[in-house]
């Protein structure tokens, strides 16, 4: 059984760890993946910072205090309120409303990842990396059978395992993380070749990565997932990303 973990407070001015995320081009999509995944197509994207670990509930307190937003609904929950765990339940707005109060703190631009940019990071270089370790499957990934093998029941606390070559932990797994695209199955097949928004419009929010109540906890690099922007689940949240000016 996971452990249940005491709350502790947040600490008083806490910032996130961003690490550099070099500009460069990668394939996007995979064959051996869903449809939605096809076709696959090379894609450049220009440099940004990327958040080393899922927003935390220790980093989400700080902005519920000091913007009077109102607490997620597990908040509170025993096996979800541990400082270290990613904050779940949240929308895609709360996520928005985070990184608008992050870029007014810190006088930089944050906000949530495009498709392409979270893709582009997980895969960190490699194009041919089915996940962010590597290709050989989750029962093969010796750090899988240590941490998601038996009884699950939350998320695990973030960066405890090894991150991956760009500096980043639990990509692919533990929870959910909302991107900036409007989601739309076939937009493949109509992306642009440099830096790719997204479809202007749509009725679902993409997502990416995988989820501690999954049967398989961790999700490919190219696997796309997606769900209305108001929805709040317990295996969702969020990492941010910060422009480079």
């Given at each position: ?6 709350k502790e407070?947040?600490?008083?001015g806490l910032?996130p ?7 460069g081009e990668?394939?996007?999509?995979c064959?051996?993946?869903?449809d ?12 940004f910072?990327m ?13 519920l ?7 997620p609904a597990?908040?509170?929950n025993?096996g ?13 707005f709360?996520?928005?409303a ?10 930089s ?5 495009t498709?392409?940019e ?7 270089g ?20 240590d ?9 695990l ?18 929870v ?7 989601y739309?199955?076939?937009?493949y097949?109509?992306s642009?070749?440099?830096n ?23 999700s ?12 709040r ?13």
């Open positions: 059984m996971q452990t249940i973990f005491k407070p947040a600490a008083p910032k760890e961003f690490v550099l995320i070099p500009g990668f394939v996007m999509g064959d051996q993946g869903r939605e995944e096809r076709p696959i197509h090379r894609v450049w994207v220009d440099r910072e958040c080393a670990t899922q927003v935390r509930n220790l980093d989400y307190a700080l902005f205090r000091a913007a009077s937003h109102p607490e597990l908040w509170h025993a979800f309120d541990h400082p270290s765990q990613p904050v779940v339940a949240v929308s895609w709360d996520a928005i985070y990184c608008d109060w992050l870029s007014d703190m810190s006088g631009r944050c906000r949530l990842p498709e392409a979270w893709e582009y990071a997980a895969k960190a490699r194009d041919d990396a089915l996940y962010s370790w590597g290709s050989s499957s989750p029962q093969d990934w010796p750090e899988y059978r941490r998601w093998l038996g009884e699950v029941s939350a998320p606390p973030v960066g405890a395992g090894t991150p991956n070559p760009f500096g980043l932990y639990d990509m692919g797994e533990n959910h993380e909302w991107c900036s695209d409007w739309d199955p076939a937009y097949a109509v642009p070749s440099r790719p928004q997204g479809p202007t419009a749509g009725e679902r929010r993409a997502s990416r990565g995988g989820s501690w109540r999954h049967q398989i906890k961790v490919r690099c190219a696997a796309r997932s997606s769900i209305p922007p108001h929805f689940y317990a295996d969702y949240g969020f990492r941010v990303v910060r422009e480079i000016r």
